[in-house]
């Protein structure tokens, strides 16, 4: 009679068990299902309750709006605005140019003169009729390694070949600086009262390789 009384009192106690125990979270977060009617153990020990774990069920997360594909906005840089003076301007057949073309050539021949050397004449001095008189040309600055022929021409009232020996042009300026022309005069083939002075005059004449400078012509007189 007492084994029956400690029977019932056991499966009362495992039922009220059932009854009040509150579920317990499974490890992973769910709810544990307990059964009510799960029978006591034969030997009278602690009844072990048997749990069906809930799956979870996690949240479909919503799409967010605007989650299709974005087409790139291309970016547009700024065009630099060309600089003044870049490069080289191009002008139409029929556009003309500000500045006076006679000008701009002149200032590049000055430019090109201020490189070449400069030619002067002079003469030494008047000469004596049978006598040997000179010109002499100076050529600034000095071709040290070279020399330099330099044209020039004759006038006056003397006479190639009557009062003077004709003279060849081009004069030579060796690499001192200097050069000579030398008028040999003559004895004067005309009659005796007519006898005066007659004068030579050298003139030096622009070419390639130098520029005439001034004096550009020099005089000498044949005196009786």
């Given at each position: 009679?007492?084994?029956?009384?400690?029977?019932?009192?056991?499966?009362?106690?495992?039922?009220?068990?059932?009854?009040?125990?509150?579920?317990?979270?499974?490890?992973?977060?769910?709810?544990?299902?307990?059964?009510?009617?799960?029978?006591?153990?034969?030997?009278?020990?602690?009844?072990?309750?048997?749990?069906?774990?809930?799956?979870?069920?996690?949240?479909?997360?919503?799409?967010?709006?605007?989650?299709?594909?974005?087409?790139?906005?291309?970016?547009?840089?700024?065009?630099?605005?060309?600089?003044?003076?870049?490069?080289?301007?191009?002008?139409?057949?029929?556009?003309?140019?500000?500045?006076?073309?006679?000008?701009?050539?002149?200032?590049?021949?000055?430019?090109?003169?201020?490189?070449?050397?400069?030619?002067?004449?002079?003469?030494?001095?008047?000469?004596?009729?049978?006598?040997?008189?000179?010109?002499?040309?100076?050529?600034?600055?000095?071709?040290m390694l070279a020399g330099m022929y330099v044209k020039f021409s004759v006038s006056g009232t003397a006479a190639a070949g009557v009062d003077y020996v004709a003279l060849v042009s081009?004069?030579?300026?060796?690499?001192?600086?200097?050069?000579?022309?030398?008028?040999?005069?003559?004895?004067?083939?005309?009659?005796?009262?007519?006898?005066?002075?007659?004068?030579?005059?050298?003139?030096?004449?622009?070419?390639?390789?130098?520029?005439?400078?001034?004096?550009?012509?020099?005089?000498?007189?044949?005196k009786p």
């Open positions: 009679m007492k084994n029956r009384n400690n029977a019932f009192t056991v499966t009362m106690v495992a039922f009220a068990l059932t009854l009040t125990v509150q579920a317990a979270p499974s490890p992973d977060g769910g709810p544990i299902s307990l059964r009510a009617n799960e029978a006591p153990s034969p030997d009278g020990g602690p009844t072990y309750l048997r749990t069906t774990p809930v799956p979870r069920v996690r949240p479909t997360p919503a799409p967010r709006p605007n989650s299709g594909p974005t087409t790139p906005v291309p970016r547009v840089r700024p065009t630099p605005a060309p600089r003044p003076n870049s490069g080289p301007v191009n002008l139409a057949a029929n556009e003309g140019i500000g500045a006076d073309p006679e000008e701009s050539s002149g200032d590049s021949a000055s430019a090109e003169d201020k490189r070449m050397p400069v030619i002067t004449v002079h003469s030494t001095d008047n000469v004596t009729r049978g006598e040997i008189g000179s010109f002499v040309l100076e050529m600034k600055p000095a071709l081009p004069a030579y300026i060796g690499h001192s600086g200097y050069g000579v022309i030398q008028i040999k005069t003559l004895r004067d083939p005309r009659a005796s009262s007519h006898s005066q002075a007659y004068s030579v005059v050298i003139t030096l004449e622009d070419a390639a390789g130098y520029s005439v400078g001034n004096p550009s012509s020099a005089t000498m007189w044949i």
